[in-house]
């Protein structure tokens, strides 16, 4: 019976020993990996007629100060495009205490207002516009209308002596397709498809807004200083983000 029972006893312990070799022996599921996201904001300009460039936009009048500079953060064709009805503009604008105007045109013959405001720049830097998507003073942008739109620095009493830059802005009824690419809530994400598809304005607000958020971080800085870079603007691709204006 004590033979018995050893023999019972030692066949156990030999099968334990099985199982636990069994399971370290077969092969562990796998995790997937986390997905990172390896692109960069590469901003592809859209195939759009365009007849002025950015150079061609710019006047300067001669009774204007010499140090008085607007730039704005356009594409090298001057011609963007936007999905909003009320997209945001930048423009860098140096020295302090400079009073501009901001005007958005409609694309008729008589180039109607569709909206204007005035505001003083506290310091040189990069400024944002928005226009309002609510109010009596705003007019939405239209679908597969190109609107021109302005900044603006009075110098003389004659508006030919004006110092003033021009851009052009479209808004496209976005695809299916990158309507579901939008609706990812990681900003960067949003950021990279707005590049690829050659939306500059939500491109540049975007990242903007994460400069915003998280100041501390470079990723953000980085993206913004290469897209500025892509588009002939690297002069002002370090200059900080220093008021907002509706």
């Known amino acids: 019976m004590k033979r018995f029972l050893n023999f019972t006893a030692l066949a156990m312990a030999v099968f334990a020993i099985a199982v636990t070799l069994s399971s370290l022996l077969t092969p562990m599921q796998a995790v997937p990996a986390p997905i990172l996201l390896t692109q960069n904001v590469n901003f592809q300009p859209p195939d759009v007629t365009a007849p002025d460039n950015r150079q061609g936009g710019t006047h300067r009048g001669e009774a204007c100060p010499k140090d008085l500079s607007i730039i704005p953060l356009i594409p090298k064709s001057n011609d963007g495009l936007t999905l909003g009805e ?133 990723e953000p800085r980085a993206e913004w200083r290469q897209l500025l870079q892509s588009q002939g603007l690297e002069s002002i691709a370090d200059q900080p983000l220093v008021q907002s204006f509706e």
Do not use: H
Request: glycine content about 6%; some cysteine.
């Open 86 to 218: 009320s997209p945001t503009f930048f423009a860098y604008v140096s020295p302090s205490s400079t009073q501009v105007e901001f005007t958005l045109q409609a694309p008729d013959e008589k180039g109607t207002e569709v909206y204007k405001t005035t505001f003083k720049v506290d310091k040189p830097g990069i400024v944002e516009v928005s226009i309002p998507a609510i109010g009596d003073r705003q007019k939405s942008l239209e679908i597969g209308q190109r609107y021109q739109w302005s900044f603006s620095v009075a110098c003389d009493d004659d508006p030919s002596g004006n110092y003033f830059v021009k851009g052009i802005v479209q808004r496209i009824e976005p695809q299916e397709t990158l309507k579901n690419v939008l609706a990812n809530p990681d900003p960067m994400a949003r950021a990279i498809a707005y590049a690829k598809n050659g939306i500059w304005y939500e491109t540049l607000a975007t990242l903007a807004q994460m400069r915003r958020l998280a100041p501390d971080d470079s």
